[in-house]
Nanobody
Framework: QVQLVESGGGLVQPGGSLSLSCAASGSIFSRSVMGWFRQAPGKQRELVAAITTGGTTNYADSVKGRFTISRDFAKNTVYLQMNSLNPEDTAVYYC?????????WGRGTQVTVSS
């Protein structure tokens, strides 16, 4: 059974940093495009960043230059380093794994940026 478990969310002040982690169980990690999505209250879920098995990355315009996605195949884990956070980054952040057959989702972790 495939599971994606996020960790690292929390409360941070504007301008601060947080690092999210997503550990993937099962055999999908090595063949998945891994991504982070977020959903703010009253808004649609949106792609934040994604990384292919070859290391190619893609970012939403709103986070370029501030967020960095990376993955560790030895640990079956994908990371999202978030710097220069602002209140507009407040959302539930979801880990996503996409194979050729289907898409998997984690349960999400709350990130709140507030003074």
């Amino acid at each position: 059974q495939v599971q994606l478990v996020e960790s690292g969310g929390g409360l941070v002040q504007p301008g601060g940093s947080l690092s999210l982690s997503c550990a993937a169980s099962g055999s999908i990690f090595s063949r998945s495009v891994m991504g982070w999505f977020r959903q703010a209250p009253g808004k649609q879920r949106e792609l934040v960043a994604a990384i292919t098995t070859g290391g190619t990355t893609n970012y939403a315009d709103s986070v370029k230059g501030r967020f960095t996605i990376s993955r560790d195949f030895a640990k079956n884990t994908v990371y999202l380093q978030m710097n220069s956070l602002n209140p507009e980054d407040t959302a539930v952040y979801y880990c996503n794994a996409k194979t050729s057959a289907r898409v998997y989702w984690g349960r999400g972790t709350q990130v709140t940026v507030s003074s």
